[in-house]
């Protein structure tokens, strides 16, 4: 969705500009991309560390509670919510009216929600905008009330780093600066689900911290990214999917939504084009939360009444009311679970996590840990722990997870993971397969015993430690 004369500002994965200057510039479709400078020996976050593991446990709980904010099955958060689908008017040489009218569909019929399609103009068109949005801000824009603003079209970050929409490839053409209009809705009392699918789509998010309510993003892409355009690789068209899927499930939250189109958009291989190159047709949705209240909780969607009724069948005609959306993945006891395959049951991040001095190097401290801090297992796996110049523990944490913790400069993003750590699952099987043929004990089983002794020694008595 590019190919206008803009300049692409390259952000780095934390919001900030690349800490150098020796970026490179390429040409995309007429215009120019800076990309980032290599960071392979990039050290700088290297003298951050947590005093206590603790609280970074205690940070994954408040994490997950925004996660599953409304237990309460029965009913959705929001009784009005009205959704805006944005696009320009002439749209002859992109092709987003058709998605945008099936998600349309998916809003109004599978969900009841108020929805309305405003149409960019060629002429006056911030204007025209930025007036429809004072009256909606002024009639919905109310506590307890949620908006959906959804974009699909051409965008760029121009050299203020600012988002702009385009008509076409071309800024002469036809722009909308969007970054001008957005401020009325970060401003609305009303909590606010922004949804992106353009090019620099991250680039629409803002970290402001003067925000009234919750106001979440989930874009097609990153800041300098080329979102796919229409059909069966964009982010629209997987949008509808989960919002259809889900059009008969609980309340679930945008939190959720993000790591389910993650999942999805994950699962298609690159394809061979013409020239026999692999290309990778989809792009990784990005999730932003913007807010001043750090104890936020993830917004919610959920079918309003009367709405369509659910086709029938055996395993539906005894349900007494909406179940929790996809059990088996999101219920908050499932979020590490690892499938018969090996594979993580649903997207989860690999992070670094430095902590100072050596803590939890001994068994016992480990234990004693794990016994006070139930949240960390719950929520984290841990991958690798190593002894440095302090202690540095290698996590695994679900995306939805992930989506709502705060950041600290002593927790580094290493990328998206779908399995564990598979080298020391197949090294622990083989340790497995050598102890039963000696002992007749699996490995885990002599990890006990030891722990368990390690425990009773150090405590000066026989019998089970309860922390």
Same mark, same amino acid.
């Given at each position: 969705?590019?190919?206008?004369?803009?300049?692409? +500002?390259?952000?780095?994965?934390?919001?900030?500009?690349?800490?150098? &200057?020796?970026?490179?510039?390429?040409?995309?479709?007429?215009?120019?991309?800076?990309?980032?400078?290599?960071?392979?020996?990039?050290?700088?976050?290297?003298?951050?560390?947590?005093?206590?593991?603790?609280?970074?446990?205690?940070?994954?709980?408040?994490?997950?509670?925004?996660?599953?904010?409304?237990?309460?099955?029965?009913?959705?958060?929001?009784?009005?919510?009205?959704?805006?689908?944005?696009?320009?008017? &002439?749209?002859?040489?992109?092709?987003?009216?058709?998605?945008?009218?099936?998600?349309?569909?998916?809003?109004?019929?599978?969900?009841?929600?108020?929805?309305?399609?405003?149409?960019?103009?060629?002429?006056?068109?911030?204007?025209? +905008?930025?007036?429809?949005?004072?009256?909606?801000?002024?009639?919905?824009?109310?506590?307890?009330?949620?908006?959906?603003?959804?974009?699909?079209?051409?965008?760029?970050?121009?050299?203020?780093?600012?988002?702009?929409?385009?008509?076409?490839?071309?800024?002469?053409?036809?722009?909308?600066?969007?970054? $001008?209009?957005?401020?009325?809705?970060?401003?609305?009392?009303?909590?606010?689900?922004?949804?992106?699918?353009?090019?620099?789509?991250?680039?629409?998010?803002?970290?402001?911290?003067?925000?009234?309510?919750?106001?979440?993003?989930?874009?097609?892409?990153?800041?300098?990214?080329?979102?796919?355009?229409?059909?069966?690789?964009?982010?629209?068209?997987?949008?509808?999917?989960?919002?259809?899927?889900?059009?008969?499930?609980?309340?679930?939250?945008?939190?959720?939504?993000?790591?389910?189109?993650?999942?999805?958009?994950?699962?298609?291989?690159?394809?061979?084009?013409?020239?026999?190159?692999?290309?990778?047709?989809?792009?990784?949705?990005?999730?932003?939360?913007?807010?001043?209240?750090?104890?936020?909780?993830?917004?919610?969607?959920?079918?309003?009444?009367?709405?369509?009724?659910?086709?029938?069948?055996?395993?539906?005609?005894?349900?007494?009311?909406?179940?929790?959306?996809?059990?088996?993945?999101? $219920?908050?006891?499932?979020?590490?679970?690892?499938?018969?395959?090996?594979?993580?049951?649903?997207?989860?991040?690999?992070?670094?996590? $430095?902590?100072?001095?050596?803590?939890?190097?001994?068994?016992?401290?480990?234990?004693?840990?794990?016994?006070?801090?139930?949240?960390?297992?719950?929520?984290?796996?841990?991958?690798?722990?190593?002894?440095?110049?302090?202690?540095?523990?290698?996590?695994?944490?679900?995306?939805?997870?992930?989506?709502?913790?705060?950041?600290?400069?002593?927790?580094?993003?290493?990328?998206?993971?779908?399995?564990?750590?598979?080298?020391?699952?197949?090294?622990?099987?083989?340790?497995?397969?050598?102890?039963?043929?000696?002992?007749?004990?699996?490995?885990?089983?002599?990890?006990?015993?030891?722990?368990?002794?390690?425990?009773?020694?150090?405590?000066?008595?026989?019998?089970?430690?309860?922390?």
């Amino acid at each position: 969705m590019s190919g206008q004369e803009e300049v692409f +500002i390259t952000i780095a994965a934390n919001g900030m500009q690349p800490d150098s &200057d020796n970026s490179f510039t390429t040409s995309v479709e007429g215009s120019s991309m800076t990309t980032p400078s290599p960071r392979t020996h990039d050290t700088i976050g290297s003298g951050y560390h947590l005093k206590d593991i603790t609280e970074f446990a205690a940070k994954l709980n408040q994490a997950a509670q925004g996660v599953f904010p409304n237990r309460n099955y029965s009913q959705a958060r929001y009784q009005d919510v009205q959704v805006v689908l944005i696009r320009w008017n &002439d749209d002859n040489r992109l092709g987003v009216s058709c998605e945008l009218e099936d998600l349309c569909k998916v809003f109004k019929q599978g969900y009841g929600f108020e929805t309305t399609i405003w149409l960019i103009p060629t002429e006056d068109s911030l204007e025209n +905008i930025m007036g429809k949005a004072l009256g909606l801000v002024k009639e919905a824009g109310k506590e307890g009330k949620l908006l959906v603003i959804y974009y699909a079209g051409h965008a760029a970050m121009n050299e203020a780093r600012q988002h702009v929409w385009f008509r076409t490839g071309r800024r002469e053409e036809g722009s909308l600066e969007w970054f $001008a209009i957005q401020p009325l809705f970060l401003k609305a009392k009303a909590d606010v689900i922004f949804l992106f699918d353009c090019c620099a789509a991250a680039s629409a998010a803002t970290l402001s911290p003067n925000v009234i309510g919750t106001k979440e993003t989930i874009a097609a892409c990153g800041f300098e990214a080329q979102a796919p355009e229409p059909g069966a690789h964009s982010f629209t068209c997987e949008l509808i999917e989960v919002l259809d899927k889900w059009k008969f499930k609980a309340p679930f939250s945008v939190a959720m939504l993000h790591s389910e189109l993650l999942a999805n958009l994950r699962h298609p291989k690159p394809k061979k084009d013409m020239f026999g190159k692999l290309v990778e047709s989809r792009r990784t949705p990005v999730y932003i939360v913007t807010t001043s209240n750090a104890k936020a909780i993830s917004l919610e969607l959920a079918r309003q009444s009367p709405v369509a009724t659910p086709p029938t069948s055996e395993s539906s005609t005894n349900d007494s009311g909406p179940k929790e959306p996809d059990t088996e993945k999101y $219920a908050q006891d499932q979020l590490n679970r690892v499938l018969p395959e090996g594979d993580l049951n649903i997207p989860h991040v690999l992070i670094s996590l $430095a902590l100072e001095g050596e803590q939890l190097l001994e068994i016992g401290a480990w234990e004693k840990w794990l016994g006070d801090c139930p949240a960390f297992a719950k929520y984290a796996r841990i991958e690798g722990m190593y002894k440095s110049h302090s202690t540095l523990l290698i996590l695994s944490v679900s995306v939805i997870i992930w989506d709502l913790r705060p950041d600290n400069q002593a927790c580094s993003f290493i990328g998206y993971v779908n399995s564990t750590n598979l080298v020391r699952e197949r090294t622990w099987q083989a340790k497995e397969d050598l102890n039963l043929g000696r002992s007749g004990k699996t490995s885990e089983a002599i990890f006990l015993e030891k722990s368990q002794h390690h425990a009773q020694t150090r405590h000066g008595k026989a019998g089970p430690r309860h922390c």
